[in-house]
């Protein structure tokens, strides 16, 4: 899909065209969804997920800024950030957090900074290890700085 494309679909989806919401979810809702799996293991609440994810697409679509980044990262952020949500959620009710083994982390950070931030991974490689698992804590499983503090036994 070219640019001039995603501009156009988006402008009819802030118009509130329901065709352009359909298109937009048969494009991108299989790679959101691969975010979401990634985060979330359970297929049902992933799909929850995803259903959330896109009603809030369709709602706050006239918040989007093409200054800020593009679509996509505006999208894959809802995403991320909600499935996070629902970790923390469900690590406050059993008490158990589903982590990503460390190579998942590291892979799932690569396919989804690939797509705006190219270079970025060869900064966050560039870093001492010990940034490093700060940065995969806060950014990849949405610890707050006071719970990677307490994890880490960090200031």
Known sequence: MSNAEVKSLILKLQ???ESAFSELYDKFSPA???IIKKIIRDDEIAQDILQDCFVTIWKKAQTFNEE????FTWMLNICRNRS???LRKQNRESDHLHVMKETEVL???QESMNIN???LKDVVDSL???H???IEYLYLRGYTQQEVSEELDIP
């Open 32 to 34: 959101l969804y691969g």
């Open 128 to 130: 001492p290890e010990q």
């Open 107 to 109: 892979s799932t950070s």
């Open 132 to 134: 490093q698992i700060i």
């Open 15 to 17: 118009e509130g065209n």
């Open 117 to 119: 931030t190219i270079g």
């Open 68 to 71: 800020k980044g593009s679509f």
């Open 84 to 86: 996070i949500d629902v």
